[in-house]
């Protein structure tokens, strides 16, 4: 069950990523704004970057490489490639959580994130917390920009 549930969230907000994104302009993705230090384009690839390590390298064994500090580098990265990057995103956490053992939920996540063991269904919900934290941030950054 909480898996399913996972998934219908995780679909959820990865769609609303994909609809904000779209509501920038090219040149608006890459301008920060009021206390928000990222740019949408930024947190986008923090949020992508974020997943297909978690669910889809570690847990899913997908190979991604992670490049963190990239997710908050690269600039002026083209609305398609963001957009295509986010539908990527979607695809490996959908298989991902569609196939794990549902038994590793209980168990602790596979590495040590935060310094302190945590099990696989507490992560996967900081997880889902963590992609609306930041999605927040892309709504609140559009908006302050329509001023």
Same mark, same amino acid.
């Given at each position: 069950? %909480?898996?399913?549930?996972?998934?219908?969230?995780? $679909?959820? $907000?990865?769609?609303?990523?994909?609809? =904000?994104? %779209?509501?920038?302009? /090219?040149?608006?993705?890459?301008?920060?704004?009021? @206390?928000?230090?990222?740019?949408?384009?930024?947190?986008?690839?923090?949020?992508?970057?974020?997943?297909?390590?978690?669910?889809?390298?570690?847990?899913?064994?997908?190979? #991604?490489?992670?490049?963190?500090?990239?997710? #908050? +580098?690269?600039?002026?990265?083209?609305? $398609? @490639?963001?957009?295509?990057?986010?539908?990527?995103?979607?695809?490996?956490?959908?298989?991902?959580? +569609?196939?794990? @053992?549902? +038994?590793? !939920?209980?168990?602790?996540?596979?590495?040590?994130? #935060?310094?302190? =063991?945590?099990?696989?269904?507490?992560?996967?919900?900081?997880?889902?917390?963590? !992609? +609306?934290?930041?999605?927040? /941030?892309?709504?609140? %950054?559009?908006?302050?920009?329509?001023?």
């Amino acid at each position: 069950m %909480l898996i399913e549930n996972l998934l219908k969230i995780f $679909d959820r $907000d990865l769609n609303k990523l994909k609809e =904000e994104i %779209l509501l920038f302009y /090219q040149k608006e993705l890459w301008i920060t704004a009021g @206390d928000v230090k990222n740019s949408a384009g930024n947190l986008c690839l923090h949020i992508c970057g974020n997943l297909k390590h978690f669910i889809g390298a570690v847990l899913g064994n997908s190979g #991604f490489v992670r490049e963190r500090e990239k997710e #908050f +580098s690269l600039k002026n990265v083209p609305k $398609d @490639d963001l957009l295509k990057n986010i539908d990527e995103t979607s695809e490996i956490v959908k298989s991902t959580l +569609s196939t794990i @053992d549902k +038994s590793i !939920l209980v168990k602790n996540f596979p590495i040590n994130v #935060f310094g302190e =063991e945590m099990t696989t269904q507490y992560f996967l919900i900081h997880l889902i917390t963590h !992609l +609306s934290y930041h999605l927040g /941030q892309i709504n609140y %950054l559009r908006r302050l920009m329509l001023n």
